[in-house]
């Protein structure tokens, strides 16, 4: 008898054995393991779990001095550009 041959018989017998005591104690079977997601973590736990409310920022405002700065900047650059074309 050849070692492999040896080898394949013990490992038949044991899965043998761990099916029986699966059988007996009512669990799945160990080899026959289901794939996939584990059960109880789909969206019912995750329902279950509220997370923590995020904290609005306050809007952040412009004040039509600043506005008039920037669309003055604007126009400053767009001279600036149509003057360096020009030339």
Known sequence: MSITNLISEI???ILRLQEARALLTGASSPVAKKRGRPAGTGKAVMAAVK???AVKKAKRKLSPEGRARIAAAAKARWAALKKSAEK
Do not use: F
Request: charged share 50%; net charge negative.
């Open 11 to 13: 490992d038949a017998e």
């Open 51 to 53: 997370p923590a409310k």
